[in-house]
C-alpha cells in the first residue's frame, strides 16, 4: 500500500477570503514600506528572471495579500497597472482589522504614508483610519469597538446626516 499525504483542496490561508493581488511600480519598496508602516511578514517571494518581482506574498495582521510588479512578465500579458498608471486613482479599498488603529496609524505616517482619515470612532462600532500607501493603494484599518445592532447603524447614520 502507498502512503499518500492528504489533498488539502484550500489551503488555510486561503480558505475563507478573497485574496487581493495588488500591482505596483517596485514590488520591493512596497513589501519594505508595508514591513515598516503595517508590521507585514513576508511569506515568500518569485523574482522575475529580467528583475522585479513576479510574485509575493506578505501577511498584514491576519490578513494574506499577493503583490507583483506592474512591469513584470506575467502582469504585462494580464495588462495589470498600478494605481500611478491611473492618474492616482485607484479602484479598490483594502480593509483589515487590527487591535490598535491608532498606534498602526502613528507608524505608517511616520513610514511614509499618506493620512486620508486619522483614526476616528465611526458610527458602525470601529474605529477607522484611511490611510493611502506611496505606491497609491488604499488601505482602511479598523479596530471593532463595539457591536451595532442595524436600527441603531440606521439610527446613527441619519443622525449623522
Known amino acids: 500500500m502507498t502512503e499518500r499525504t492528504a489533498h488539502i483542496e484550500i489551503p488555510d490561508r486561503y480558505r475563507y477570503a478573497v485574496i487581493p493581488h495588488i500591482m505596483v511600480d517596485d514590488a520591493a519598496a512596497a513589501i519594505d514600506f508595508y514591513q515598516r508602516a503595517f508590521g507585514a511578514r513576508e511569506d515568500f517571494r518569485i523574482d522575475a528572471p529580467s528583475g522585479g518581482i513576479l510574485h509575493a506574498e506578505i501577511t498584514v495582521g491576519r490578513s494574506a495579500l499577493m503583490l507583483g510588479d ?3 512578465e506575467a502582469s504585462d500579458a494580464a495588462s495589470l497597472v498600478a494605481p500611478t498608471s491611473l492618474g ?4 479598490v479599498m483594502l480593509h483589515v482589522f487590527v487591535p490598535d488603529v491608532d498606534s498602526l496609524a502613528e507608524r505608517a505616517e511616520a513610514a511614509g504614508a499618506e493620512i ?3 483614526p476616528t470612532d465611526m458610527f458602525h462600532g470601529d474605529r477607522t483610519a484611511v490611510i493611502k500607501d506611496p505606491a497609491g493603494h488604499m488601505w482602511v484599518f479598523l479596530s471593532h469597538k ?3 445592532s442595524r436600527e441603531e447603524l440606521r439610527r446613527r447614520l441619519a443622525a449623522a446626516e
Open 70 to 72: 506592474a512591469g513584470a
Open 116 to 118: 486620508l482619515q486619522p
Open 88 to 91: 492616482g486613482g485607484t479602484s
Open 146 to 148: 463595539e457591536d451595532v
